[in-house]
Every structure is written in structure tokens, then in C-alpha cells.
């Protein structure tokens, strides 16, 4: 073999061999909201018309009336022949606030949530302590998020997942 058919076979093997390499695809270039998000349960929906949060973090506090607005669930409506696929959001009769925070790390958050009800009275008083979550969306290679949710039912607030 001469030396242009030599070099030919050393770059069809070095392009195979890199063909061969996972594909790995780029890290999403998104920032994490520092917040702590509530759902109110679609049992007690009904009943909530505000909620104010307030949550301690490392000795810093914030607190604020939510917004809320209408939860809702992903449909899974499956993939095409070329893998491409869908989905859709259905209403799920919850209620979804955030409450913007300057940092949001791994250490414990208090929580406490007043209201008022939709017959103008006021929601009791509920408290909560727990850890953020941390949860990798992208693959570990692409770093953690920290996840600070609670549920408010009538039972009071739970951390979700829990």
C-alpha cells in the first residue's frame, strides 16, 4: 500500500473511531430560580382565595402574597415513528404560587403560610421545616438543581415528595 492509500485507511479508522464515541449532547444553558413554590391541593383549592409565605433560610428571611395561578399536569401524547415526541398540559384543579428568594441552598427552610379563605376568613396558620432537594434534570454532568416545594392541604404543609 502506498503512502496516499495509508493515509486514506488512518483517516477512515480515525473518523470511525470517534464516530463511535457516546454522543454526549451540551448541558442546557438555564439558571435556577431561587424560589419556594406552593401548590395548594386541588381538595383545598377550592377554599383558598390567598396565601402568603414567608420562609427562613441561613438567618435570611423573605416573605410575600403569592400569585396564584392554576396547576396543571403534563399528558404524554408518545412519539412519532422518528422519535419525536409530545405532550400536553391538562388542568389538575391546584393552585401554584412562588415566593422569589435571593440564594436557596441545601440547609433547612422554615416555612409558614397564612391566607385567607374564600369566605373571607383566615386560613390557619401552617409551619414547616424541611431540606431542598436536589435533583439533576440534565444529567449529573450538567450540575444540581435545588428543588424547595411544599403542599398546603388541609392538613397543613407537607414537603412534596414526601
Known amino acids: 500500500m502506498g503512502r496516499p492509500g ?11 473511531a470517534t464516530a463511535c464515541e457516546p454522543y454526549a449532547p451540551p448541558c442546557p444553558a438555564i439558571a435556577q430560580a431561587t424560589v419556594v413554590s406552593v401548590t395548594v391541593a ?13 420562609a427562613c433560610q441561613d438567618g435570611d428571611c423573605k416573605e410575600g402574597e403569592l400569585e396564584l395561578r392554576p396547576g396543571s399536569v403534563s399528558i404524554d401524547q408518545g412519539c412519532d415513528a422518528y422519535g419525536a415526541c409530545s405532550a400536553t398540559s391538562s388542568p389538575d384543579g391546584t393552585k401554584v404560587g412562588l415566593l422569589m428568594l435571593d440564594v436557596l ?5 422554615d416555612v409558614t403560610a397564612t391566607g385567607t379563605a374564600t369566605n373571607g376568613s383566615a386560613l390557619p396558620v401552617r409551619t414547616l421545616t424541611f431540606l431542598p432537594r436536589a435533583n439533576y ?26
Not at 495509508?6 to 470511525?16: D, E, R
Not at 377550592?46 to 414567608?54: G, Q
Not at 441552598?105 to 427552610?109: P, Q, R
Request: aromatic share 6%; proline share 4%; with cysteine.
Open 137 to 162: 434534570p440534565f444529567g449529573e454532568k450538567c450540575g444540581r438543581f435545588l428543588d424547595a416545594s411544599v403542599v398546603l392541604d388541609r392538613d397543613g404543609l407537607r414537603a412534596l415528595g414526601s
Open 6 to 16: 495509508l493515509l486514506i485507511a488512518l483517516l477512515t479508522t480515525a473518523g470511525l
Open 42 to 54: 386541588a381538595s383545598y383549592a377550592p377554599d383558598v382565595r390567598s396565601v402568603h409565605l414567608k
Open 105 to 109: 441552598t441545601e440547609s433547612a427552610i
